[in-house]
């Protein structure tokens, strides 16, 4: 950043200007002045939205063991020589819930494990359901959580979730997360071209890492972000699709392309299947209206998937949400390599009336699904979690890195409202006809695609021209009377 210095006057003489200019009119500095004072802006106004989401983010990538630990009683038990019957296992929970319906079952995936039957409540909010533990091998009652979405999300990670998305303020809030994911793609890419603009115009060699001072700040914040480059595009580009405005541009793409996940459909009438989405956001179906009253079925359905494509440990078994449609199982297991097929079933025939085979999604959707597993930590295990706490660390050390710099290089002490010049204002409109004009057409196609960020973006230029017109109010010499 450059310092804001006063014009001289009678009194005050300027020292001579030694630096490169870096906003010639017509040469290729126009871009990076302007580049500078975007990623200036973008750091010093989103840094804070951006240092929040790496704190949250990173304390919701250790949140698997979290759980394990403090849901130790309701997730475990000791392993019995032979389960019962997954039909008995829900009959106990829909006692234990006064006769109410289940909306999904996900049996035991071990033989340590315990069985979940989720059911709706209407004093939940939206995605979550009342959740039993049922022990597979005696039928006990083991707990009664409320989890989250599709994912099963047991309560202190569903508040750490929430922290991250909205800072549990709800859909108000998912405003800042939206605003980091926009902004964090685009300032780790502009501070690429900056870094190594940098280094290719260097007119002399210079250790490769300064000693002391700004000049360290900023080799460290340029080689870390060079570093981690790759990691911040993926969280920015998969956070994005949990996102509300972006997220709905993302969807409808991925639709207008092909890419959304294949789904079975559940009629049975022979109906095309349709397409699903793949956050664990998504929850269950909605309650049944009784086409799954007799429990026995839940055995049946089991053993048709089993003997079809369903091969995973973790699967879910949804009755029918209405009369006329099928039961469907599918595959919850989000770990390499987990798949995600399903299956349509009709019980009372005895047979599969739709399928869903993983091998055969398209590789967008594949790579959707390992996507969203990754950002949450899910995708390798452990060595998953320590690359987003890496992460996490590394974002939440640049912006601080960043407030540093602009520290050290802010402008003439004692000015209670200026924020700094990175670069000469004016050298944007100053450029090449072409290159502006190609600039502020990528920015338009950025900002209607993501708009927070185009708005924000907006609100950075209305910023900088506020702050230039009131500098130039206080130059101008007071009229002699």
Request: net charge positive.
């Amino acid at each position: 950043m450059t310092a804001l210095t006063d014009p001289p006057t009678s009194t005050q003489t300027a020292p001579p200007d030694t630096r490169p200019s870096s906003a010639e009119p017509n040469g290729r500095g126009w871009f990076r002045a302007f580049l500078l004072r975007v990623h200036f802006y973008a750091g010093i106004l989103a840094g804070p939205f951006l240092l929040i989401a790496a704190l949250t983010g990173g304390f919701y990538a250790i949140t698997p063991q979290l759980e394990q630990a403090v849901y130790a009683k309701e997730l475990h038990v000791p392993a019995a020589a032979r389960a019962l019957p997954l039909s008995v296992q829900v009959q106990a929970a829909v006692k234990a819930a006064g006769g109410a319906t289940p909306v999904t079952v996900r049996p035991a995936p071990g033989p340590e494990d315990t069985t979940r039957v989720l059911f709706t409540d209407p004093s939940l909010g939206e995605s979550e359901y009342r959740t039993l533990f049922v022990d597979p091998g005696t039928g006990t009652i083991r707990g009664d959580l409320t989890t989250y979405g599709g994912s099963g999300a047991l309560p202190m990670r569903t508040w750490i979730s929430n922290l991250h998305r909205s800072l549990n303020l709800g859909e108000p809030g998912r405003i800042y997360s939206e605003l980091a994911a926009s902004w964090l793609g685009v300032v780790a890419l502009g501070g690429l071209v900056l870094w190594i603009d940098r280094i290719r115009t260097r007119k002399r060699p210079k250790k490769a890492r300064p000693a002391s001072g700004r000049a360290r700040t900023l080799w460290l914040h340029g080689t870390t972000g060079t570093i981690l480059l790759a990691g911040f595009v993926f969280l920015s580009a998969s956070g994005l699709t949990w996102s509300t405005h972006a997220g709905a541009n993302i969807t409808t793409l991925r639709s207008d392309l092909g890419w959304l996940t294949p789904a079975v459909s559940t009629s049975l009438n022979g109906q095309p299947a349709g397409q699903a989405g793949d956050h664990s956001g998504h929850g269950p179906a909605p309650a049944p209206t009784g086409a799954a009253a007799d429990l026995t079925l839940y055995d049946t359905v089991e053993r048709l998937a089993r003997a079809d494509i369903i091969t995973a440990p973790m699967i879910d078994i949804k009755p029918p949400a209405t009369a006329g449609t099928a039961w469907t199982v599918t595959e919850a297991g989000r770990e390499w390599p987990a798949t995600a097929s399903a299956v349509a079933i009709d019980p009372a025939a005895g047979k599969i009336t739709s399928r869903a085979d993983f091998d055969d999604f398209s590789f967008a959707a594949k790579l959707t699904r390992w996507a969203v597993a990754a950002h949450m930590g899910l995708l390798f295990g452990l060595p998953n979690q320590l690359l987003l706490l890496a992460l996490a660390a590394g974002l939440a050390a640049m912006v601080i890195w960043g407030y540093v710099m602009w520290w050290k290089r802010r402008p003439t002490r004692g000015r209670t409202w200026a924020v700094g010049r990175p670069a000469p204002r004016g050298a944007f409109i100053r450029g090449p006809w072409a290159g502006v004009l190609a600039a502020i057409t990528v920015m338009v196609i950025l900002g209607l695609f993501l708009p927070l960020l185009g708005w924000s973006l907006l609100g950075f230029i209305l910023l900088d021209a506020a702050i230039a017109a009131a500098k130039r109010r206080r130059r101008e010499p007071a009229p002699l009377r």
